[in-house]
């Protein structure tokens, strides 16, 4: 019987603490924490502290953005200057570098005289002719007999020598030696039968026997 006592006597206070909690619990009691200002301050601040929670959060991802896009600037900005102080190499080795030499013209040179030359014509044979007859009439005037006859022969010979000179003479004409100075160092004379106004100093062009100016 004692042991039985002593378990309603502490089912008692047990049962009590369960009432309380239920009370506390029941919607009365929480609109009464509700109106309690230090909870309402408390909620406030809870609130305000989320909200500047959230705007901090968004100067973080806008400033991080800002920075992305900075260091991508900044790289572009590298690349071109990269890419600035590859050009000015390339036009400092450009300019570094000689011109290759031009190609020398081996037939190209420069006038430096024109010379005029007699040149003889060609016997026909009609000066020969002419000058044996007046050989021959010249050497009938000299003497008699075999000594007229012997003047005559050697007349006619020197008179058909004598002859054919002068026909040479009277065909003959004047061509023109032109020397020319090579660009490669040599030197080249080249006859032709007309100058065409060609003068020393001019520059021309050697092809085999003939001069074209440039």
Aim: charged letters at 25%; aromatic letters at 2%; hydrophobic letters at 45%.
């Amino acid at each position: 019987m004692n042991s039985i006592r002593s378990l309603r006597s502490t089912s008692i206070p047990a049962a009590l603490l369960m009432a309380a909690l239920l009370a506390a619990c029941s919607p009365q009691t929480q609109q009464d924490a509700a109106a309690d200002p230090q909870v309402v301050a408390a909620a406030a601040k809870a609130e305000e502290a989320e909200l500047k929670a959230k705007e901090a959060q968004e100067a973080l991802d806008k400033a991080e953005a800002e920075r992305k896009a900075a260091v991508a600037e900044a790289e572009a900005a590298r690349s071109q200057a990269r890419a600035a102080e590859r050009r000015a190499e390339r036009s400092q080795v450009a300019a570094a570098t000689p011109p290759p030499p031009k190609p020398v013209c081996v037939d190209c040179g420069t006038v430096t005289a024109i010379t005029p030359v007699k040149v003889k014509g060609s016997g026909s044979g009609i000066g020969v002719a002419l000058g044996a007859i007046a050989g021959v009439a010249a050497g009938n005037q000299v003497g008699a007999g075999k000594g007229t006859d012997v003047a005559k022969v050697v007349g006619a010979i020197g008179g058909g020598f004598a002859g054919n000179e002068i026909e040479k003479r009277v065909r003959g004409s004047t061509v023109y030696d032109v020397t020319v100075s090579l660009d490669n160092g040599g030197s080249r004379v080249i006859r032709v039968a007309t100058t065409d106004g060609l003068a020393t100093g001019e520059r021309v062009r050697v092809s085999g026997e003939n001069l074209f100016r440039l």
